[in-house]
């Protein structure tokens, strides 16, 4: 396996990404990581991360710098690779440039991790620090234009430090020199496959849970019905699944849900009727980060509810995936700064009496459809785009009403139904409908409306971190809009989000 330390970088995921695609195991730990604890793990190799901090200011994180006496092969990404000259008797001083976006590489020393690289490429740099003076035996391997220190080693005892990102894919080579450190510098295996983990986690779940009873919140989304096919696997009908109906879901979603897991894969599952309790607290309330814990605790609540009821409920099931972690805090309490609280992240109340099992907290959501595909899953839930845990609430804009929640799942329907037809269904990431808290003039029937407007937002994307939007044919946008405006009475206006991930988040709220 391979340990990646959490400088702060919103790129760790990323990272992690680049490694699982090599079929090499990864784990992230925070900065505070004992040496203890790493020689426990017994890691082939170690990826220090970059991070958003600078190395002389005060509280930037450090990692115990033992790390590098330990014969482990060590790889620092832009600050990483500052920590590393630092940490081992260089210097590093504030840019006179700094250097953000692509920036040509030149390659001057042949090393293991340049191996089969070209000797000039395009990398990309996001850095205003840079280092100045290397420590004792390291060598500069690479430099661009404004950078003469762009790529540093030690190869003599696997020390190596690279000041652009590999892992992005503005980086063409990256792919290439990571598979280098892993293979060639840590001598990895290719052993991570989902039919391992499949294979452990099922093990891991009995080990854990024993004879008592596990609740799982189900969604019908592809992470938890994954989540509840895992578990069933495991200990079968000790697994109680709980479907909320909570008046914030797409038309007929329980319906659909009660088809497909609980008539064809005979998972135990429970439906509970929460409309009035949900919509009754979301009265007024405009704030999204609002509705989020609004819908947050009223759900656990209902969830320890239900779990006095079911005799030896020990354990509440979530399937909470990496970028729900780091989207909501750094993963395992790094530095990251927080972007938005996620439903399903942050443990439970101390009020409720259930400890937590995750078995998907370690993997992307293209690992969670292979997964689900090993498991037997139908491809309709494989496939099924990721769906908020607070629902429609979320994709209102403004006071979740009603007649609000009315036409967007008239809208809701409309779209996907077009997405699908064409084709488009499985190429995008995400494709929604969001209803704005504002109204425009619009002429129907030769007269006037004034009526409301809906934002349409379609994204491509491999693991939710960065997104870019789609470039939908015209003629299909077209249509969507006029079947909206046409058979949705109350809409009269249809945009489309033309914003990416980063500056933008994927849903609004």
Known sequence: MILIIDFGSQFN????????????????????????????????GIILSGGPASIYEKQSPRVDKKIFELGIPVLGICYGMQYMIYALGGSVKHAEKREYGFAELQIMKEIPLFKGVERKTKCWMSHGDSAEKLPKNFVITASTENTKIAAVANAAKGLYGLQFHPEVEHTPMGKKMLKNFLFDVCGCKRSWTMKHFAEQAILQIRNTVKDKKVILGLSGGVDSSVTALLIHKA?????????????LLRKDEGEILKKRLKQHL????????????????????????????????????????????????????????????????????????VIKSHHNVGGLPKKMKLRLVEPLRFLFKDEVRVLGKELGLEDELIWRQPFPGPGLAIRILGKVTRKNLSLLRQVDVILLEEIKKSGYYKKLWQAFAVLLPLKSVGIMGDKRTYENIVAIRAVTSTDAMTADWARLPHSLLGKISNRIINEVNGINRVVYDISSKPPSTIEWE
């Open 266 to 337: 005979d998972i135990n599952i429970r439906f509970v009727s929460a409309r009035e309790k949900f919509l009754s607290a979301l009265r007024n309330i405009v704030d999204p980060e609002k509705k989020r814990k609004i819908i947050g605790k009223i759900f656990m609540d209902i969830f320890e509810a239900e779990a006095k009821k079911i005799s030896g409920a020990e354990f509440l099931a979530q399937g909470t995936l990496y970028p729900d972690v780091i989207e909501s805090k750094s993963a395992f309490g790094g530095p990251t700064s």
């Open 235 to 247: 200990i079968g009908r000790n697994l109680v699944c709980i479907f909320v109906d909570n008046g």
């Open 13 to 44: 995921q990323l990272i992690a990404r680049r490694v699982r695609e090599c079929q090499v195991f990864c784990q992230i730990e925070p900065p505070d990581i004992s040496i203890d604890y790493i020689q426990k793990l017994n890691p082939e």
